[in-house]
């Protein structure tokens, strides 16, 4: 079946640094891909998406880009906030199926 | 806005106690999902449903059942709570299909089930 795998966290990173976390995925087809963020004590909010392959999502100054190549969608920002310490996933879906989800990865900005 | 509005944030319920955890949307969504997040483990899907009155089973889908009887409604029922079931559940909808289409989540229920 589809499954997603991410880097494990947790991520720790001093404000203004840059973040990549990994993203690599296996489906039928060719699926959608989403990253989504949970902030402390929130549901999850979708950040970014991908429709097909080499589009850019980008959203808040993160990006990723489809790579069927590789089949990946690595999340990146240039330079992140306190404010970017969440938990994130990377998501697929693929037909007609619900969201197939990665394990999430703890992202830690320290001031 | 788009909202996905679960009853509780906070539950706690004995061993053995039947549970109903509720989820309402307001974007005429066809789609509805339950999911459970635990650590180290990500979100695993428990039941979801396409329609009114229509339900497939997830990964996970022992222990639980669930009920829609409008479309804007979802519930999942934990039949005999247990410990194990303890977890945080995020209820889910989307729509029309599911291809390209994102999720809207609620804010989650955090269960302790003692």
């Known amino acids: 079946g589809d499954s997603v795998t991410q880097m494990e966290g947790p991520v720790t990173l001093s404000e203004e640094a840059f973040l990549t976390i990994n993203c690599t995925y296996t489906a039928t087809g060719y699926p959608s891909l989403f990253w989504y963020v949970q902030y402390p004590g929130e549901g999850l909010q979708l950040l970014l998406k991908?429709?097909?392959?080499?589009d850019k999502g980008s959203n808040k100054g993160f990006e990723a880009t489809y790579r069927k190549e590789t089949t990946s969608f690595h999340l990146e920002k240039g330079s992140v906030q306190v404010s970017d310490s969440a938990v994130y996933f990377c998501a697929l879906t693929s037909g007609n199926t619900p969201l197939v989800f990665g394990k999430g990865t703890r992202l830690s900005v320290i001031a | 806005d788009v909202k996905v509005t679960q009853s509780s944030r906070y539950l706690v319920k004995r061993t053995g106690e039947k549970v109903f955890l509720e989820c309402v949307q307001d974007?005429?969504?066809?789609?509805m999902f339950w999911y459970r997040q635990d650590p180290g483990l990500g979100l695993r899907l428990i039941y979801f449903?396409?329609?009114?009155?229509?339900?497939e089973k997830g990964d996970i889908p022992e222990g639980y059942s669930v009920s829609r009887e409008k479309k804007e409604r979802f519930s999942l029922i934990l039949e005999s709570a247990s410990t194990n079931q303890t977890s945080m559940y995020l209820c889910?909808?989307?729509?029309?299909?599911?291809?390209?289409?994102?999720?809207?989540f609620g804010q989650g229920t955090r269960l302790t089930v003692v």
């Open positions: 991908a429709t097909k392959a080499d």
């Open positions: 449903s396409y329609d009114v009155k229509m339900k």
């Open positions: 889910a909808s989307s729509g029309p299909g599911t291809r390209n289409t994102e999720a809207f």
């Open positions: 974007m005429d969504h066809e789609n």
